[in-house]
């Protein structure tokens, strides 16, 4: 059975820099108080009309394949990972494919939802398939563009000030060096608080979810006429919401709890890691799980700093920096870890 490792990596980010200045000057807030709370100077924005999720992810591909050493049409299959779409179908895998142009290839594309978990879960189904055989180079791509879809008033300045447009790729690929490569993966789930960090409207729930689905506003219409409605424009409810402390309550408790999992499937100790990479959704979140573990600086990358929270492209970005900046090296032991919304929540071990 061969292994799987990471044969290149790459990441792209708009060159549209937005500092917290910049939000000062659309809704009430302020470069102290959301330093304070998450750690974030500024963060990019795609252009508009010109970048977008799968554009982003397009340029981050071909560095990860470049880097790999191999041509675009060596992939044998796509995985992206995304909660910010181009269209709400088909996904973003068969427009990537497209852009690189390896369509007349045919090869299979798979889009995975699992938001700031998304590229954690894509990892461990990469792996698995490698594992089995049945492909030789998978790409998988984390993407993201927040910014065409935020609520840029006050009253959305609470999610709004967090999140960030960016891409990161790897290119995941068999050897039969048993030694290296993704070690061990763990993914989980509970649905208990899935509405506490979500974007609800526009959907097809039909108000289902909800003990009072008059909230939404649905017109007595025989057919249709749930996906959105004009209450859900003018109340503002086609924005992400997130409770922000149920959040982090949960997170900082499920980041430990996992590195644990794959620490022990592969017989390793915290002591071992040599680089833990987290999902940059708060720079707290992160301090707080490296002072759980026991690490110190040297051993964790934060880049939330300057990229804020890119959900499913977070991870990829952040490894991706590592690695040009020369924080890994063959045999190092790489730790990545994510939780996010569903809630949905995962850790990989990597013998880099």
């Given amino acids: 059975m061969p292994s799987a490792y990471i044969k290149g990596i790459g990441f ?3 060159a549209n820099i937005v500092t917290n200045k910049d939000l000062e000057r659309h809704m009430d807030t302020t470069d102290e108080w959301i330093q304070e709370r998450t750690g974030i100077q500024e963060r990019r924005y795609g252009t508009r009309h010109q970048e ?32 910010s779409p181009d269209y709400y179908f088909p996904g973003c895998g068969v427009l990537l494919q497209r852009q690189l142009g390896i369509n007349k290839t045919e090869i299979p594309c798979l ?3 699992n938001q700031c978990s998304g590229f954690v879960y894509g990892l461990s ?22 910014s065409m879809g935020l609520d840029f008033s006050t009253r959305g300045r609470n999610v709004t000030v967090i999140f960030g447009d960016g891409a990161g790729a790897v290119v995941i690929s068999a050897t039969d060096e048993h030694f290296r490569g993704i070690l061990a993966t763990k993914i989980h789930a509970n649905g208990e608080f899935a509405e506490e960090l979500a ?9 289902v979810h909800a003990a009072d689905p008059s909230i939404y506003g649905y017109n007595e219409a025989e057919y249709g006429e749930t996906f959105i409605s004009q209450k859900m424009l003018d109340d503002g409810m086609i924005f992400p919401n997130m409770n922000g402390q149920l959040v982090f309550k949960n997170a900082v408790a499920k980041f430990p709890e996992v590195i644990g999992e794959v620490l022990q499937a592969s017989g390793l100790e915290k002591s071992d890691i040599d680089l833990l990479v987290c999902h940059q959704a708060n720079l707290r979140i992160s301090q707080f799980v490296q002072k ?3 690490l110190r600086d040297d051993q964790v990358w934060n880049n939330i700093q300057k990229y804020g929270n890119t959900t499913a492209a ?36 990597i013998r880099w």
């Avoid at 799968?54 to 992939?75: D, F, H």
């Avoid at 974007?199 to 108000?207: A, T």
């Avoid at 900046?325 to 730790?335: F, M, P, Q, T």
């Fill in 12 to 14: 792209y980010v708009p």
């Fill in 52 to 83: 977008t999720t799968s554009t982003l992810g397009t340029e981050a591909a071909k560095k990860a394949i470049a880097n790999a050493g191999i041509e675009p049409n060596e992939i044998d299959l796509i995985i992206f990972a995304t909660l």
């Fill in 111 to 113: 889009d995975i939802r």
């Fill in 125 to 146: 189904i990469a792996d698995a398939y490698i594992r089995s055989g049945m492909f030789k180079n998978i790409l998988l791509v984390g993407a993201e563009t927040h």
């Fill in 199 to 207: 974007m609800i409207n526009p959907g097809s729930h039909g108000g």
């Fill in 292 to 294: 759980a573990m026991g």
């Fill in 314 to 349: 977070s991870i990829p970005i952040a490894l991706a920096e590592a690695v040009e900046a020369g924080k890994v090296k063959k045999g190092d032991l790489i730790s990545l870890a994510a939780f996010g919304s569903g809630f949905t929540w995962g850790a990989a071990l």
